[in-house]
């Protein structure tokens, strides 16, 4: 059987260098391929002895922590969730919602009145502005509250809680950022001082962040050099050497010639991509990327076909993550010649998967010059946490 999903060194090479025009383009310009989005954040790498209010809500379940600094460690010391869905969100006002949130943080045992400052991560699509906060653009994952669009997350969210009897303290000020900024963030407690940061997700879903100098941010027509996270929503690169399957995925899917880089390589996908290989065979109709692992790792139990197929599907999508990483370096080492060593901090269930975070280091050693070194952060729990609190007290 041919090998459709086959990536041979020239064309990861050529993925690589197509990405690295597009990050470009939308550090030029909004509205582009690649977003771009700037977090108005300056992340602190040292942190004096202090407690802060975090928040996660990432369209499952919204979560809410205290996190603890102390001798320059971070540490969540209590932890609740509740769901919080489409679902569960059917027709709510932003004055439900945000009582929902406050009844939860409510029961932290650990919030008093020493806890002054909130970290939230928030992961629908959002424009950061100056202060930390966040104007949300649009809902996405089912949710719809229509009144919260267009209007800042935190500052409506703070105003709420700082009239909410039930909680025993005064907040002063929140930051909010998304999930692959909060990964990015949490790479930053690393023990070793890196020339850059890179912030990864490969999940149900994908997305890049780095550090970027604010002068090489073009459209923010800023001379500063001081560095701040920038979110590329990089999930929507459209990467060549694409397959007909991939083009068969993407038309029927409900956002059609969209996110074409997440359709071919996250965790959402990569099953219905199996599935439409073998669209003439009965397959379950939620197959997924752990079935697609059951799959590999059980080849007696399986038609050899298929544990060929499973393996190249999940394969290819390591060797492109590799590629957009090589072509997020080629940004940070155009903007600063003197990069070598770089820190990637990654999340996600399907990067930590099996031999997923290995078949990426290796195709980046074969991508990247000797001179450039790609160090993988260790796995940090809760980086979504972890990330929000070093946010909260930028």
Known sequence: MENIFNLTPKELKNIANALQVKIEEGLKKDGMEISDIPTHIDPKQSFEDKKVLVLDWGGTNFRAAIVEFKDGKASIIESKRKPLSAKETTGFSASDLHREMAELISKLEKLDRQVTQIGYCFSYPAASRLNGDAILLRWTKGIDIPEMSGKPVGELLLKYLNTYKEIGTSFTDIKVINDTVACLFAGLLSKTVYD???????GTGTNMAALMRLNK?????????????????????????????????????????????EKAISGGYLGE?????????????????????????NPKNNPEEYVTVARRIYVRSAKLVAASIAGLVQVLVSHDESVRNICLAADGSLFWSDDYSKLVSEEL????????????????EEPNLIGSAIAALS
Do not use: H, W
């Open 273 to 297: 991509i199996f599935r439409t290989v073998f669209c003439d065979r009965k397959i379950k109709y939620d197959l997924d990327s752990k079935d697609l692992s059951d799959i590999i790792n």
């Open 365 to 380: 050693k074969e991508l990247l010059p000797v001179e450039l070194n790609v160090t993988l952060a260790p796995k940090t």
């Open 196 to 202: 850059a940061y890179i912030g990864l997700i490969v």
């Open 217 to 261: 941010i073009e459209k923010l027509n800023s001379k500063g050099e001081r560095v701040i996270p920038v979110n590329l929503e990089s999930g929507n690169f459209t990467p060549p050497y694409l397959t007909v399957i991939d083009g068969l995925v993407d038309a029927m899917s409900n956002n059609k010639g969209q996110q074409r880089f």
